[in-house]
C-alpha cells in the first residue's frame, strides 16, 4: 500500500490518527486493509501535505469542509471518464 501511495508505513500509521476519514479495516494480527477510498484519501491527503504545502491542521480542515466534497465529486468525474477511455483503448487492442 504504502508504494501504491508513495508514503512510508509509518507515515501511514500516523495519517490514520490525524485524519478520522481514514480508517482501513484491521484484520487479524492487527492487518491493515485499504479499500479504494482509503487510497484516494491517502492520495489527496498526500497532495494536499506535500504538493500544496498545507499543515496536517489545514488538510484536516480541507477535506472535512464543503471543498472536500467538491473535490471527491472532481475525483470521480475523472475516475469515470478515465475507466471510460481506457475500456476504448482495451476494444481497439483486442482488434
Known amino acids: 500500500m504504502s508504494d501504491l501511495c508513495a508514503v512510508k508505513p509509518h507515515v501511514l500509521r500516523y495519517w490514520e490518527q490525524e485524519f478520522p476519514q481514514l480508517k482501513p479495516v484491521k484484520r487479524r494480527g492487527n492487518r491493515r486493509y485499504y479499500q479504494r477510498q482509503d487510497v484516494l484519501i491517502i492520495r489527496q491527503i498526500r ?7 498545507f499543515t496536517i491542521g489545514g488538510a484536516r480542515q480541507r477535506l472535512t469542509g464543503d471543498q472536500a466534497k467538491e473535490d471527491v465529486s472532481q475525483s470521480q468525474q475523472i475516475i469515470k471518464q478515465l475507466r471510460i477511455e481506457l475500456e476504448q483503448v482495451l476494444k481497439i487492442l483486442r482488434r
Open 47 to 53: 497532495s494536499l501535505l506535500y504538493d500544496d504545502g
